[in-house]
């Protein structure tokens, strides 16, 4: 079993770690997946951006292709049902930086599900090839694909269509071993993971109940996977992903989680302006004040506050001691690349609400 804090690769893109930081909608943005490279993701992933979106130039959905040169290796992932469209996608993140195009085929969500993208594709293997190699032959990065296990609980559709999607030339595979039908409920099943990984020759990403390295290296073992991806276990506590990499638990003191938190408002005010960080921020708050003394009344006065810089206020009026961890955190962010240096596309930044 290789070590959680090893290299590896997917095509020519040498990963720093084997600890995956997941694609997650209204999660994933720049200040998210920058945390995760400082606490030991050796790849981040963006959250999945619609090919549709990206086609049409949508303000919205092109923000998601703000990329700066500190995130790298970095996977940017793209959703879609028509092959020209995603191959069109696809160019277009490799333009703004991206260095693996990773395809979605497991959300299991209705609006992306009702249009042939997502799971559906599990359904559909034909449909799914034709997407997969359509993009391949258009990027000259490594393409991978994220999957469940199919669309229904007991499907084995997962098994069938990885190795058709190695056939037309992806790079690296990821299963979530839950079917659409279950969300996030049940146990994943990485008996599936193991029976992937002995079908394809690419590298397998094991992805389900990953909260700690004891259980991220069982996965490891027992299906030889060569990398876990870590979604939810990492909201709100990036600790985690320090865990997995140098394999002592963490429990970080209540001064160090807010000073955290503190950090990671300020660079998401910094990415996205104030206006809409106010309402992105609040399911952050309950996320890493969970656990914590007084964390009810304090996350209610934080997720009530008209501006982040009041939230921050009261954040730090209740735990003062977090005040003297800042100064470290302000002089890393001031290093951060200015936004004249990020790239997204040939279009200003003001288009994405701040920066």
Same mark, same amino acid.
């Given at each position: 079993?290789p070590?959680?804090?090893?290299s590896?690769?997917?095509?020519?893109?040498e990963i720093?770690?084997?600890?995956?930081?997941?694609?997650?909608?209204?999660?994933?943005?720049?200040?998210?997946?920058?945390?995760?490279?400082?606490f030991?993701?050796?790849?981040v992933?963006?959250?999945?951006?619609?090919?549709?979106g990206?086609?049409?130039g949508?303000?919205?959905?092109?923000?998601?292709?703000?990329?700066?040169?500190?995130e790298?290796?970095?996977a940017?992932?793209?959703?879609?049902?028509?092959?020209?469209?995603m191959?069109?996608?696809a160019?277009?993140?490799?333009a703004?930086?991206?260095?693996?195009?990773?395809?979605?085929?497991?959300?299991?969500?209705?609006?992306?599900?009702?249009t042939?993208?997502?799971?559906?594709?599990?359904?559909?293997?034909?449909?799914?090839?034709?997407?997969?190699?359509?993009?391949?032959d258009?990027v000259?990065?490594?393409?991978?694909?994220?999957?469940?296990r199919?669309l229904?609980?007991?499907?084995?559709?997962?098994?069938?269509?990885g190795p058709?999607l190695?056939?037309?030339?992806?790079a690296?595979?990821t299963?979530h071993?839950?079917?659409?039908?279950q969300?996030?409920?049940?146990?994943a099943?990485h008996?599936l993971?193991?029976?992937?990984?002995?079908?394809?020759?690419?590298p =397998?990403?094991a992805?389900?109940?990953i /909260?700690?390295h004891?259980s991220a !290296? +069982?996965? %490891? @073992?027992?299906?030889?996977? *060569?990398?876990?991806?870590?979604?939810?276990g990492?909201?709100?506590?990036?600790?985690?992903?320090?865990?997995?990499?140098?394999?002592?638990?963490?429990?970080?003191?209540?001064?160090?989680?807010?000073?955290?938190l503190v950090?990671?408002?300020?660079?998401?005010?910094?990415e996205?302006?104030?206006?809409?960080s106010v309402g992105f921020?609040?399911?952050?708050?309950?996320?890493?004040?969970?656990g914590?003394?007084?964390a009810?009344?304090l996350? =209610?006065?934080?997720t009530?506050?008209? /501006?982040?810089?009041?939230?921050? !206020? +009261?954040? %730090? @009026?209740?735990?003062?001691? *977090?005040?003297?961890?800042?100064?470290?955190a302000e002089?890393e962010?001031?290093?951060?690349?200015?936004t004249e240096?990020?790239?997204?596309?040939?279009?200003?930044?003001s288009?994405?609400?701040?920066g």
């Amino acid at each position: 079993m290789p070590e959680l804090s090893s290299s590896w690769s997917i095509g020519a893109v040498e990963i720093p770690s084997r600890i995956v930081l997941a694609p997650m909608a209204g999660v994933s943005v720049q200040a998210f997946r920058r945390q995760g490279r400082r606490f030991g993701a050796g790849l981040v992933c963006s959250e999945m951006v619609s090919s549709c979106g990206l086609s049409y130039g949508n303000e919205r959905t092109l923000g998601y292709l703000r990329i700066s040169s500190d995130e790298h290796p970095l996977a940017v992932q793209i959703f879609g049902s028509e092959p020209e469209r995603m191959a069109e996608a696809a160019k277009m993140v490799v333009a703004a930086g991206a260095d693996i195009v990773d395809i979605n085929f497991g959300c299991p969500v209705r609006k992306v599900t009702k249009t042939g993208a997502g799971a559906s594709a599990l359904e559909d293997h034909d449909l799914a090839a034709s997407v997969a190699g359509a993009v391949v032959d258009a990027v000259d990065v490594p393409v991978s694909v994220k999957m469940r296990r199919g669309l229904r609980n007991g499907s084995r559709a997962a098994l069938e269509l990885g190795p058709k999607l190695e056939a037309v030339g992806v790079a690296s595979l990821t299963l979530h071993p839950r079917s659409a039908q279950q969300m996030y409920t049940g146990v994943a099943d990485h008996s599936l993971t193991a029976e992937l990984v002995e079908r394809v020759s690419v590298p =397998v990403i094991a992805s389900g109940d990953i /909260t700690d390295h004891r259980s991220a !290296a +069982r996965v %490891l @073992d027992e299906t030889g996977a *060569a990398a876990v991806m870590v979604g939810r276990g990492a909201q709100g506590s990036p600790w985690t992903l320090r865990e997995l990499a140098d394999g002592e638990p963490q429990q970080p003191p209540r001064a160090e989680v807010v000073a955290e938190l503190v950090r990671f408002m300020r660079e998401v005010v910094r990415e996205m302006g104030e206006e809409r960080s106010v309402g992105f921020l609040r399911k952050f708050y309950g996320w890493y004040l969970r656990g914590l003394e007084g964390a009810k009344e304090l996350r =209610v006065q934080m997720t009530q506050a008209p /501006t982040v810089e009041l939230a921050e !206020a +009261r954040l %730090l @009026d209740a735990c003062p001691e *977090a005040v003297p961890l800042m100064a470290a955190a302000e002089a890393e962010m001031a290093l951060l690349p200015d936004t004249e240096y990020d790239r997204l596309l040939d279009l200003p930044i003001s288009i994405y609400g701040g920066g």
